[in-house]
Structures are given as C-alpha cells and as structure tokens.
C-alpha cells in the first residue's frame, strides 16, 4: 500500500512538473488558461477522491499521459505544436494533427476510468453491455467538450484555431469525436484484460 502509494505521489509530481513548465511563456496566456484547466480539473477531482475511492495505478499512469497531452497543447496551442509541424512539413500534411492526438486521448483515458468506476462501484457488471456503455459514456463526453469549446470560443471572442484547431477543416469536430471514440474502443477492447488484472491487484474480487 504504501509503495502503491509513493507511485501516486510521484505520478502527481510529475504532472506538477510538466504543469509548471507549460505555463512558461506559453504560445497565448489566454488560450493556456483555458486550455489547461481540463487538466486542472481532473487531477484536482482525482486528488479530492483519493482517500474514498483509489483507482488502480494502471488509470493514474494512463491519466497522467492524458494530462500531458492536454498541457503540451495549452502551451502550443492545438495547431503550433512543433513537432506536428515539422511532421506536416516532412510528409506535406495538411494540417498540424497534434490536435487528432488530444482527442484520442479524450476517449482511451476516460474509458479506463469509467469502466473501473462502474464495475468496482457496483453499477455495472462485465459483459457486451459495459462496453457498449463505456464506449457511449467517452463518446458522449467527446460530443459534450466540442459544445464547451464551441461555446468558450463564441463567449469570449476568442480565435476558433486557438480552441478548437479546426485549421479549414468543416468535418474537424466529426473527425475529433472518431478519435475520442477510436481511443476509447482500443481502451476497453484492447488494454481491457490488462486492465482487468490491474483491478483484481486493488481489489482482490476479480
């Protein structure tokens, strides 16, 4: 438990350190602010939840690379990440797909926690149903944040590239929302047996 525990504490100050940095002279202060708050936020919830209900290390490890991918495109901004860049100039890209990379993550982190959090919460068992709900439950979340952006940009007059990094595309959103829903089906389809083991090391019920 308490080796389990150094593991958090570490996850947590990695995440304190990267936060730190990506709020160095970023790209737009503005936009660093608004984009840096999902990661704020989650970790934050996380944190605040710790004692009551402790996730496996698998989801704080997964959590962690969520929130990095979050705070490198605060600090860039979704469309001047540098190397996407130069990636876009390399193979002649039409666009900087840092941005396709935040959506994945928007779906494979949040499955791994909704499924731990039905299945040792009690609300669901395993079964065809969980991953149709797990799925759905990402894929909705994905939908939600494209409202929230849409509406964060049109409230505060703010550039629609420096929120939403549509970059000329018109399908951008439709493009995000397959990612966030690609990512979550390789989450539970792919990782799940992992992540089961993962559990049944917290738990000892599975």
Same mark, same amino acid.
């Given at each position: 438990?308490?080796?389990?525990?150094?593991?958090?504490?570490?996850?947590?100050?990695?995440?304190? !350190?990267?936060?730190?940095? $990506?709020? /160095?002279?970023?790209? #737009?202060?503005?936009?660093?602010?608004?984009?840096?708050? %999902?990661?704020? /936020?989650?970790?934050?919830?996380?944190?605040?939840?710790?004692?009551?209900?402790?996730?496996?290390?698998?989801?704080?490890? /997964?959590?962690?690379?969520?929130?990095?991918?979050?705070?490198?495109?605060?600090?860039?901004?979704?469309?001047? #990440?540098?190397?996407?860049?130069?990636?876009?100039?390399?193979?002649?890209? &039409?666009?900087?797909?840092?941005?396709?990379?935040?959506?994945?993550?928007?779906?494979? !982190?949040?499955?791994?926690?909704? &499924?731990?959090?039905?299945?040792?919460?009690?609300?669901?068992?395993?079964?065809?149903?969980?991953?149709?709900?797990?799925?759905?439950?990402?894929?909705?979340?994905?939908?939600?944040?494209?409202?929230?952006?849409?509406?964060?940009?049109?409230?505060?007059?703010?550039?629609?590239?420096?929120?939403?990094?549509?970059?000329?595309?018109?399908?951008?959103?439709?493009?995000?929302?397959?990612?966030?829903?690609?990512? !979550? $089906?390789?989450?539970?389809?792919?990782?799940? %047996?992992?992540?089961?083991?993962?559990?049944?090391?917290?738990? #000892? &019920?599975?």
């Amino acid at each position: 438990m308490k080796r389990e525990r150094n593991i958090h504490i570490g996850l947590l100050l990695a995440f304190l !350190a990267v936060f730190i940095w $990506s709020g /160095i002279l970023p790209y #737009n202060r503005q936009a660093w602010v608004l984009l840096s708050l %999902p990661a704020i /936020i989650i970790v934050s919830v996380l944190a605040l939840t710790y004692r009551k209900f402790t996730f496996s290390t698998m989801v704080y490890v /997964i959590v962690l690379f969520h929130v990095v991918v979050l705070l490198v495109g605060a600090h860039y901004t979704y469309t001047k #990440n540098p190397l996407f860049d130069l990636l876009m100039e390399e193979f002649n890209l &039409k666009r900087n797909y840092y941005d396709r990379v935040g959506h994945f993550a928007q779906g494979f !982190a949040p499955a791994f926690i909704t &499924k731990e959090l039905l299945i040792r919460g009690g609300y669901i068992k395993r079964g065809k149903m969980m991953y149709l709900i797990v799925i759905s439950m990402c894929l909705g979340f994905s939908g939600a944040y494209e409202l929230i952006e849409f509406a964060t940009a049109k409230v505060l007059g703010m550039p629609v590239e420096y929120i939403m990094g549509i970059q000329g595309d018109y399908f951008d959103s439709v493009w995000d929302m397959f990612y966030a829903l690609v990512g !979550a $089906s390789i989450s539970v389809f792919v990782f799940g %047996p992992l992540h089961d083991r993962c559990m049944a090391k917290k738990t #000892n &019920k599975y």
